[in-house]
């Protein structure tokens, strides 16, 4: 059972970073692409940021130049460093695997992160 728990949300001012992980257990994630995705109340869930199996990474056209995401070597936890922080970030930040064969989807319980302004 593929388990995703997120960590690192918070409380900040505009301009402030922070750094989410996910670690993620129950699979090797070999053939999953892991992501961060967002959602305001009311709203949909959106891509911020993924990286693929062999470290392809692409972003959200806002999050472009201020957010980074990565991944440890063994592939089970991944992090998202948020920098130069604005209110529009403040959401829910969920974790996601995806297997690009099964094109089966697994997801975290959801960090806040809240900027002020």
């Known amino acids: 059972q593929v388990q995703l728990v997120e960590s690192g949300g918070g409380l900040v001012q505009a301009g402030e970073s922070l750094r989410l992980s996910c670690a993620a257990s129950?699979?090797?994630?070999?053939?999953?692409?892991m992501g961060w995705y967002r959602q305001t109340p009311g709203g949909q869930r959106d891509l911020v940021a993924r990286i693929t199996s062999s470290d392809y990474v692409n972003y959200a056209d806002s999050v472009k130049g201020r957010f980074t995401i990565s991944r440890d070597n063994t592939k089970t936890t991944i992090f998202l460093q948020m920098n130069n922080l604005k209110p529009e970030d403040t959401a829910v930040y969920y974790c996601n695997a995806h297997h690009t064969v099964s094109t089966v989807d697994h997801w975290g319980q959801g960090t806040q992160v809240t900027v002020s302004s």
């Open positions: 129950g699979g090797t994630f070999r053939f999953h692409t």
